[in-house]
């Protein structure tokens, strides 16, 4: 009997917190998987060894040549430089990878006709500060950050190697995304950040009066969100064609509908970890968002996709994973 060829994924970034459960997850459907990193945030030992991986930067010509070589059916670009406190400080290198890589992967993956592109952009970043929650994808984009500004323009060239080049993608603007492999010493992602310092028994520092809200998402709903945009891709190209996504971008929101203030994300944890002691609090950090909830109707009309994990077993799963790892060191 004949064999169905397996169609290739290139991921980039695939070494990192979102990108290794895409990987891990496309693996799992079937699919084979290529990675490009170059382990700049990322992890070797997140790396899934049934993957082919390129220790690259997707800035660097060799990129070219991982095309030439795998050429693969799909990309799923989530590299990036993530902090936005960098970007704010140095925008220019923020946009060096940010902007200047995506273009460098986008004019390799027209000309290599890949069937379609799927993108992380930032929902908690594109649209800024917004009056009417939760916020659909026709809301207006007001960027307050260079990471920002960075995801809104990538989708401005996204569009436009779509309409001039035919190349299919689609969006997907991720709320705060948590979940195991997020680095619990990083500058963001919270939730690592409070379990880490609780299983160490030290009390966490939250910034400004907690009262900033959030859409948490976790990791392995994201994962699958870039699954059904895979699975989805010719079909969605279609959709646009008939324009049934009435909007100018291909751009899906990926959150859960539901806003959690910092504050109560730490009462959580502390009823979850069984930990006694109240947060300090700190001097906001200059340029927070006050409030981010994601309306994701479009993602469950076009993709068929919603979020099936609840805070709290997300929260409980990434404790555990925690745990693991500090029983590790
Ligand atoms: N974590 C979130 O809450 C969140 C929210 C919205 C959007 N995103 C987006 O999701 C994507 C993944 O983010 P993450 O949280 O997994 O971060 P991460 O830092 O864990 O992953 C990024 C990966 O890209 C790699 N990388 C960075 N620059 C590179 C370059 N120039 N060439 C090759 N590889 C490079 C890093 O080594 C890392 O493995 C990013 O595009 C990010 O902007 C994340």
Redesign the pocket.
């Known amino acids: 009997m004949e064999r169905k060829k397996k169609e290739k994924v290139l991921v980039?970034?695939?070494?990192?917190?979102?990108?290794?459960h895409i990987v891990d997850l496309l693996i799992q459907q079937g699919y084979e998987l290529i990675i490009?990193?170059?382990?700049?945030?990322?992890?070797k030992e997140?790396i899934n060894p049934q993957a082919r991986f390129y220790q690259?930067?997707?800035?660097?010509s060799a990129l070219q040549e991982v095309f030439n070589m795998v050429k693969p059916d799909y990309v799923c670009?989530?590299?990036?430089?993530?902090s936005v406190s960098y970007s704010v400080a140095h925008p220019r290198s923020d946009a060096q990878?940010?902007i200047v890589?995506l273009l460098s992967l986008l004019e390799i993956a027209f000309k290599n006709k890949v069937k379609g592109f799927v993108f992380?952009?930032?929902?908690?970043?594109v649209y800024g500060e917004q009056q009417t929650f939760p916020i659909t994808e026709n809301s207006p984009l007001h960027p307050a950050s260079p990471?920002g500004i960075s995801?809104m323009t990538s989708e401005f060239y996204l569009n436009f190697f779509y309409q001039t080049h035919r190349l299919n993608y689609i969006s997907l603007?991720?709320?705060?995304?948590?979940g195991p492999?997020?680095?619990p010493s990083g500058e963001?992602?919270v939730v690592a950040i409070f379990i880490g310092k609780m299983l160490k028994g030290e009390t966490p520092t939250i910034n400004g009066d907690g009262e900033y809200i959030r859409d948490y998402v976790y990791v392995k709903d994201v994962a699958r969100a870039c699954l059904l945009s895979i699975k989805n891709m010719v079909e969605l190209a279609e959709l646009k064609k008939i324009k049934r996504l009435n909007q100018a971008f291909q751009a899906v929101n990926i959150g859960t509908g539901r806003g959690v203030s910092v504050n109560q994300l730490y009462s959580y944890l502390q009823d979850i970890l069984g930990f006694p002691q109240e947060a300090h609090y700190g001097p906001p950090r200059v340029g927070d968002l006050r409030k981010n909830i994601l309306d994701s109707h479009l993602a469950e009309q076009v993709l068929g996709w919603k979020a099936q994990y609840g805070l709290a077993e997300g929260l409980r799963e990434t404790a555990q994973w925690l745990k693991q790892i500090e029983q590790l060191n």
């Open positions: 980039t970034g695939g070494a990192g917190f979102i990108g290794s490009i990193d170059d382990l700049s945030s990322g992890k997140n690259i930067n997707i800035n660097d670009h989530q590299a990036a430089q993530i990878v940010n890589g992380a952009s930032s929902g908690g970043t990471y995801k603007r991720y709320g705060n995304v948590f492999r997020q680095d963001a992602g």
